[in-house]
């Protein structure tokens, strides 16, 4: 399973992103997507997940603010984020999983100014 994301950028406080990834490969035995993040020093942590029901996960620290959703059929996930803030600022991670196995996207730079 490959995953290719994008929708990464600069913003300012306050604003909207929207990532997208999209996976191609073995999709059949995907069976959950989402987003993980790292910020510099830190560790990379979940940020939001779906599975291939469509239930949603999210972190605590971005639960009201982002929205994920996904087309199962296709196996592409979203996150929409808004009202962000600079401890938003990461590189945020396309993640895959199914059938005991994990992928990884390659990463999108999100950074958030004042």
């Known amino acids: 399973v490959q995953l290719q994301a994008s929708g990464g950028g600069s913003v300012q406080v306050g604003g909207s992103l929207r990532l997208s990834c999209a996976a191609s490969g073995s999709l059949r035995m995907i069976t959950v997507m989402g987003w993980y993040r790292q910020a510099p020093g830190k560790e990379r942590q979940l940020v939001a997940r779906?599975?291939?029901?469509?239930?949603?996960t999210y972190s605590d620290s971005v639960k009201g603010r982002c929205t994920i959703s996904g087309d199962n059929t296709r196996k592409k996930v979203y996150l929409e984020m808004n009202s962000l803030k600079p401890e938003d600022t990461a590189v945020y991670y396309c993640a895959a999983s199914g059938l005991g196995y994990d992928f990884w996207g390659q990463g999108t730079l999100v950074t958030v100014s004042s």
């Open positions: 779906i599975t291939s029901g469509n239930i949603p």
